[in-house]
């Protein structure tokens, strides 16, 4: 198998030899892997980079595993790549990102490892992964420079750490970070796809943001009036009622009819605070909640029957999807969408693909 | 005058994707995301100064001149 899956629920040490021991034979060039909060992430990286040794390693505190085909917890995920999917894989960490974001160093030793300028990378051929603290606000940035200097992919997703919004971590090479992000451009010798799916579709009214604190994602305004209040309208309520809407009816940054999702989080005063940022003058349409899982189980479907068989899959779902499973107790539905496929990812605290988004899943698929 | 913010944006898109219709796609999905949308451009546009320089700036966050 080119592509193999693991998971351990186990703690440290067991947790890294069981999952070694399931995997035993493969030859992973690359090694991805996602773990609950409840592992010291320093250790459980260092390990994971001596049981493979000759790998790129790579991963993430959760909030929550994704585990071939099955959501989990207090548990570590992993995905093994092995020569016949990644031909090279280069890998680098961006730190100190609560003091501004600085790629250029990053960049620079991926393309020393790459032998090649990002900015000349084939599309078709490289894939970038982003996994980035969940805490540390700089999603946006992040993006927003790498999109600017190169147009290889990057998707991926932001560490939780099961809903405690304490700190996350990052790993790579057997450390772990803080208020960093890692980046890998993996080449892949059969190619990928990225699905990005949400399950929402638009109610027709729009919402312009016209006063706004980017850094504190604090839209105080909507067409000039109190944000909540101006949000309750669109919908139909009274601004007390508004909160508790927020899961079901985020808003969409609209690129043709697809929607870039950005979801409410809390009331502060008369405004909203959102999960990521919206710019002054943004136009954005409130969105109404469709059936989660049978939109994603349609979107991987829909893939099936393209040409190319799928090997794997990295699944990055936003925890506010797993929240819905879970109140809705269909998390077992939703893994069952990936039967028969290698599947791990994580639920995580914001979803990268292109930019910083929210109640998504950018699902990356392994030809 | 008009029509100089469609003209940049188009420019940008054509040097940054040198035809590949993906990474034009993926250019005009950064530009919505830094709060410009090239589809409420077009060439009757008025030249308001305040989104051509924002624009500009775009342009050379991108390594595109215009």
């Known amino acids: 198998m080119p592509i193999t899956t693991a998971y351990s629920k186990r703690c440290l040490p067991d947790a890294v030899e069981d999952l070694k021991a399931q995997c035993a034979g493969c030859k992973p060039r690359t090694v991805i892997f996602f773990a609950s909060s409840k592992f010291d992430q320093t250790e459980l990286s260092r390990q994971m980079q001596a049981a493979f040794p000759d790998a790129c390693v790579a991963g993430c505190s959760t909030a929550g595993e994704i585990a071939g085909g099955k959501m989990v917890g207090e548990s570590v995920s992993a995905i093994l790549l092995d020569e016949e999917i990644v031909r090279q894989a280069a890998s680098a960490v961006v730190e100190n990102l609560r003091g501004g974001v600085w790629v250029a160093g990053a960049l620079s030793k991926l393309e020393r490892q790459l032998h090649a300028s990002v900015a000349s990378l084939d599309t078709e051929r490289y894939v970038g992964l982003v996994l980035i603290d969940g805490m540390s606000g700089a999603e946006e940035a992040l993006m927003e420079k790498l999109g600017d200097l190169t147009d290889v992919l990057f998707v991926g997703g932001s560490a939780g750490d099961d809903m405690r919004f304490r700190g996350t971590q990052v790993m ?54 109190p944000a909540i209040e101006a949000y309750a309208e669109a919908l139909g309520v009274p601004p007390r009622e508004a909160a508790a809407l927020f ?16 979801s ?26 469709t059936d989660l899982v049978a939109h994603t189980r349609q979107a991987i479907d829909a893939r099936k029957a393209a040409a190319h ?19 809705e107790n ?29 109640q998504t899943s950018t699902i990356l698929v392994f030809r | ?25 993926t250019t005009k999905t950064k530009f919505i995301l830094k709060g410009v949308n090239p589809d409420r451009f077009d060439a009757g546009s008025a030249d308001d100064p305040a989104v051509i320089a924002k624009v500009r700036a775009i342009g050379a966050e991108m390594g595109v001149s215009v």
């Open chain 1, 172 to 225: 790579l090479d057997g450390k772990a970070y803080d208020d960093a992000a890692i980046l890998l451009i993996l080449e892949l010798k059969r190619g990928f796809d990225v699905i990005k799916t949400q399950s929402f579709r638009s109610t027709g009214k729009t919402l312009t943001a016209t006063e706004v604190d980017e850094p504190r994602r604090l839209v105080s305004e909507f067409d000039h009036k």
């Open chain 1, 247 to 262: 899961m079901k009816h985020p808003l969409g940054l609209m690129v043709d009819r697809d929607p870039f999702v950005r």
């Open chain 1, 264 to 289: 409410p989080q809390r009331v502060d005063g008369r405004g909203i605070v959102f999960y990521c940022q919206i710019k002054q003058g943004m136009e954005l349409e409130v969105l109404e909640a």
């Open chain 1, 309 to 327: 068989p799928i090997s794997g899959i990295i699944d990055f779902q936003c925890i506010l999807r797993t929240l819905q499973l879970r109140a």
């Open chain 1, 330 to 358: 269909r998390c077992g539905e939703y893994g069952a969408i990936f039967d028969g496929i290698p599947t791990a990812g994580f639920s995580t605290y914001g979803e990268a693909y292109l930019g910083h988004i929210n």
């Open chain 2, 1 to 25: 005058m008009a029509g100089m913010i469609k003209d940049m944006i188009d420019t940008i898109t054509e040097k940054r994707s040198k035809g590949n219709p993906t990474i034009a796609m």
